[in-house]
């Protein structure tokens, strides 16, 4: 168990919906990362969250967002859903945003 | 540019054999390097680090690493694969303030 907890574990949606992930991080980690695991692409980082704050984004689509709240734990959005999308959706938090991050279970979203 | 390749898509060892995962990187700063591996329906787990020091270094479940500055690589190995080693395995950079870059992944099957 990495400590990070990730809701839900699986999703299956359809096209054109949205929805929301949930991410709770380590105990004391300030550190949220979002990343996309799908077939064709390997793993993807999406955004990350450093106490509350957007610290760095990367291959997020505007149709995604995300926020990180006061208690740190984050949420991912992802709206108008594609075919596409389906994907496993990762979480990790690390304490300082650098170096070593643990990663959740991930939330496996499935469109159809 | 930041960049991890992990050359091999697919390997198949038998058990009992000897293990060996490329992992090659192109990055700005001077980086951490991490082997993460994900198991069938489970999400990522840490398997080993290099921030500093001795450039071999030792993880979890009889893995071992050599960073190899000269040739930009990080490469994994196992002496002895067991049948439970059939995971996918994530070679990963990163560097202090910066993000993790991820490689693509490489898949072990191990035949009896």
């Known amino acids: 168990d990495s400590g990070v907890t990730q809701t839900p574990k699986h999703l299956i949606t359809a096209t054109g919906q949205r929805v929301t992930l949930r991410c709770s991080p380590r105990?004391?980690?300030?550190?949220v990362y979002w990343y996309q695991q799908s077939l064709d692409q390997g793993l993807q980082f999406l955004i990350q969250?450093?106490?509350?704050?957007?610290?760095a984004k990367g291959n997020i689509l505007e149709r995604f967002s995300a926020q990180q709240f006061p208690d740190l734990h984050s949420e991912l959005n992802l709206s108008s859903l594609e075919l596409g999308d389906s994907a496993l959706y990762f979480c990790?938090?690390?304490?300082?945003?650098?170096?070593?991050?643990?990663f959740g279970q991930g939330t496996r979203l499935t469109v159809v | 540019a930041q960049s991890v390749t992990q050359p091999d898509i697919h390997i198949t060892v038998s058990e009992g054999a000897s293990l060996e995962l490329r992992c090659n990187y192109s990055y700005g700063a001077t980086p951490y390097l991490f082997w993460y591996v994900q198991s069938p329906g489970q999400g990522l787990q840490l398997l080993l680090k290099y921030f500093s020091g001795d450039t071999l270094v030792q993880g979890i479940k009889g893995f071992e690493a050599e960073f190899k500055r000269s040739q930009s690589s990080f490469n994994l190995r196992k002496p002895s694969v067991h049948w439970s080693d059939a995971a996918e395995y994530f070679c990963?950079?990163?560097?202090?303030?910066?993000?993790?870059?991820f490689g693509p992944g490489t898949r072990l099957s191990v035949l009896p």
């Open positions: 990790a938090s690390s304490v300082e945003g650098r170096g070593r991050a643990f």
């Open positions: 990963a950079v990163g560097a202090e303030g910066q993000n993790f870059v």
């Open positions: 969250y450093y106490n509350g704050e957007e610290r």
């Open positions: 105990s004391g980690d300030l550190s």
